[in-house]
């Protein structure tokens, strides 16, 4: 039977680190880490919002 329970942790790691190759891109590329930071926080927050009501 599937489990309906959701897993925030694994939720959000997979989030940080999806986002988080990008951000690495971005940083490559020239843009501010902190700026980068902030979009991979906002992203992985985002996905586990999105995965905890979907």
Avoid: E
């Amino acid at each position: 039977m599937y489990n309906a329970r959701k897993d925030w942790v694994g939720a959000a790691v997979t989030a940080g680190l999806g986002a988080g190759v990008i951000t690495s891109f971005a940083v490559a590329q020239g843009q501010n880490p902190l700026v980068a930071m902030g979009i991979t926080v906002f992203a992985a927050l985002s996905a586990v919002v999105i995965d905890h009501y979907a």
